[in-house]
């Protein structure tokens, strides 16, 4: 049983070893940029894990989608925090569970923020929704990111 977890655990430094010189471009990206990658790659496993959670509880368990969309959120959010977490903000002092509530937290008020603006992006200006989508994304997913990045994690690079 200790070789399979020391084999579990020789997998999983190699795969992190690997993912930081990717994500580092091997040392030679900034330390902020090199957590801005790191943590747009935890974002996606994590609505990866939502939307898998979704699709099961609803089609698989016959979930009512609203109350699976919430389970889903929630478990996608603790995936891509603990992902955040061991990986990409290391070094970051909060404990866990007070960052995973923030986490989630930010998450769900940048969701609520990405609702409002393109409510109001296409009905005042009658912008296509998906180009509004895609404008309003970048701008608040990186809201989120300076969020998480200093309040959530506390870096100080």
Known sequence: MNKTFETIGNIEKRTMDTMDKITSLNGRVPRPLRRFFRYNLAGTTGAVVDFGVLILLVEVFRMYYLNAAAISFILGGIFAYTINKRWGFRKSKRGYVRGL????????????????????????????????????????????????????????D
């Open 101 to 156: 509530i923030l986490f989630i937290s930010f998450s769900a008020l940048c969701g609520f923020l990405t609702i409002i603006s393109l409510k109001f992006v296409v009905e005042n200006y009658q912008v296509n929704y998906i180009i509004a989508k895609a404008i309003i994304f970048v701008i608040i997913s990186t809201l989120n990111f300076i969020l998480n990045y200093f309040i959530t994690f506390r870096i100080k």
